[in-house]
């Protein structure tokens, strides 16, 4: 079992930078890489970035790409994710996820993933 627990959500202006915190415990041996995830009102739940577990590997979706850095800090297994130039359009529940599948694989669909966190609500105001 892994246990995620995510934390830095807010309210925000558009233009504001925000980091989103993922602590993980457990079974934290087994991760083979993590994923930031976000759901809007009403739309599916997509991925905005990805990290494999040695942090030698990253995703971003388009839409975050040059604005978000996901990291990781291997002592204390947290995985962040920093936010600038945030968007009204970045509004949304983040969830961070783990994927406890093949090592050197970074998954991209939220059903490659098998625990996540309860979400943290980011809200950009324009």
């Known amino acids: 079992q892994v246990q995620l627990v995510e934390s830095g959500g807010g309210l925000m202006q558009a233009g504001d930078s925000l980091r989103l915190s993922c602590a993980a415990s457990?079974?934290?041996?087994?991760?083979?890489?993590m994923g930031w995830f976000r759901q809007a009102p009403a739309k599916e739940r997509e991925l905005v970035a990805a990290?494999?577990?040695?942090?030698?590997?990253?995703y971003y979706a388009a839409s975050v790409k040059g604005r978000f850095t996901i990291s990781r800090d291997d002592a204390k297994n947290t995985v962040y994710l920093q936010m600038n130039s945030l968007k009204p359009e970045d509004t949304a529940v983040y969830y961070c996820?783990?994927?406890?599948?093949?090592?050197?694989?970074?998954?991209?669909?939220?059903?490659?993933?098998?625990?996540w966190g309860q979400g943290t609500q980011v809200t950009v105001a324009s």
């Open positions: 996820a783990a994927y406890m599948g093949r090592v050197g694989v970074l998954p991209i669909r939220v059903y490659d993933y098998q625990y």
């Open positions: 457990g079974r934290t041996f087994s991760i083979s890489a």
């Open positions: 990290i494999s577990w040695s942090g030698a590997s990253t």
